[in-house]
């Protein structure tokens, strides 16, 4: 466990030497109208501010392809490859200090796998079953949670603290 540790240690120092951009497009997150910061590595699609969405263009994030992104990049495929090596995704969201409104994902397809990390306390993940009842807390700090996030609703419970979210998700194949 020593090198999953020094793995999870290093990309949290990374997190906390990075300016977060605001998530401007991520309507059906917010809470209140409050804009949060993330963003996404990865493969994504050509959309954005000032883009228009256009699903046949799976590509890089411009993120990804920017150096200043790389160290997190390559440490956070490294804690999933450490964590689940079969585990396949083409993209991860990464959140700052995020309590998200209840939501479905739009364009996940599958089981994504998601893990807390920071100094904080709460922000359990709630989940809800498909009717959008019955929902359950699952702790998120230093815990990887799976679950299909465009099948069952879902939100973030209050916390204090810096809290970073990572969402490793497959955009599937029907944008590829």
Known sequence: MGEYKKVKDELVDELNK???????????IQRGGVTKEGFVLGKVFNWG???????????PSNRTQNPRFHRVWLLSKKLIQLHDPDFKFTSIQ???NNRTARHQDAYNTGISSMIGLGDY???DLLIFD???KN???YKTKDKWIKFDGSKYPHETMAFKGTRYT???????SRYK
């Open 135 to 137: 929902p359950k807390a």
């Open 18 to 28: 990075l300016s977060f951009p605001l998530a401007k497009s991520r309507h059906n």
């Open 166 to 172: 990572l969402v490793y998700y497959n955009a599937g």
């Open 49 to 59: 501010d000032g883009l228009k969405n256009d699903p046949r263009q799976f590509r």
């Open 121 to 123: 306390t709460g922000g």
């Open 94 to 96: 990464y959140n700052k």
């Open 130 to 132: 498909e009717e959008g």
